[in-house]
């Protein structure tokens, strides 16, 4: 079992910037991309960021240029630095684990990010 525990989110105005940080725990060494999801109301929840243990990261368009995803992996904590935050931004985020087993993930409980003036 990994357990993921997020951090950061709230309410900000458009064009500022947030910061969410999880921590994972437990059978850590079975995990490989860590990262972001989010799902907005009436959405399906989609991609945000993930990042493999050896940096390699991927980003959904929508926030290319705009979050920033960082891991580390002596702390099994991924961050995500959301700038330029827009009101589409609005949705819960959920942090993601993958492991080497397929179909085997995990997900954290969830944090709100609100964007609105």
């Known amino acids: 079992q990994v357990q993921l525990v997020e951090s950061g989110g709230g309410l900000v105005q458009p064009g500022g910037s947030l910061r969410l940080t999880c921590a994972a725990s437990?059978?850590?060494?079975?995990?490989?991309?860590m990262g972001w999801y989010r799902q907005a109301p009436g959405k399906q929840r989609e991609l945000v960021a993930t990042?493999?243990?050896?940096?390699?990261?991927v980003y959904a368009d929508s926030v290319k240029g705009r979050f920033s995803i960082s891991r580390d992996n002596a702390k099994n904590m991924v961050v995500l630095q959301m700038n330029s935050l827009t009101p589409e931004d609005t949705a819960v985020y959920y942090c993601y684990a993958g492991t080497y087993v397929v179909g085997l993930d995990y997900w954290g409980q969830g944090t709100q990010v609100t964007v609105s003036s």
């Open positions: 437990g059978s850590t060494s079975r995990v490989y991309r």
């Open positions: 990042v493999s243990g050896g940096a390699n990261a």
